[in-house]
């Protein structure tokens, strides 16, 4: 069992920068992968990034590639979300996930997620 808890979400303007926490707990994450996605009102939960805990490799959505940062930090067993340059389309609810293994950008139905942190920004 792995428990997620995410925070540091709030109500920020256009090309304003937020960043978003997840701590982990409940097991060593070694092996898993760690990631961010997002679900917009009205609209399905999408993929925003990923990062394998053990080598730190990332990959991002289209979307936020080159705005939005993933890191990890073994010691504290958190992965953050750096969120730059934020858009009006930017505004969704953000949920932590873990899975073991090799991660996909579909959501994850083998992983474990967190109660989510809300993301508005306002143009």
């Known amino acids: 069992q792995v428990q997620l808890v995410e925070s540091g979400g709030g109500l920020v303007q256009a090309g304003d920068s937020l960043r978003l926490s997840c701590a982990a707990s409940?097991?060593?994450?070694?092996?898993?992968?760690m990631g961010w996605f997002r679900q917009a009102p009205g609209k399905e939960r999408e993929f925003v990034a990923t990062?394998?805990?053990?080598?730190?490799?990332?990959y991002y959505a289209d979307s936020v590639k080159g705005r939005f940062t993933i890191s990890r930090e073994n010691a504290k067993n958190t992965v953050d979300l750096q969120m730059n340059n934020l858009k009006p389309e930017d505004t969704a609810v953000y949920y932590c996930?873990?899975?073991?293994?090799?991660?996909?950008?579909?959501?994850?139905?083998?992983?474990?997620w967190g109660q989510g942190t809300k993301v508005t920004v306002s143009s």
């Open positions: 409940g097991r060593t994450l070694s092996g898993y992968s």
């Open positions: 996930a873990a899975k073991p293994g090799v991660a996909t950008t579909t959501p994850w139905a083998n992983g474990y």
């Open positions: 990062i394998r805990w053990s080598t730190g490799i990332t």
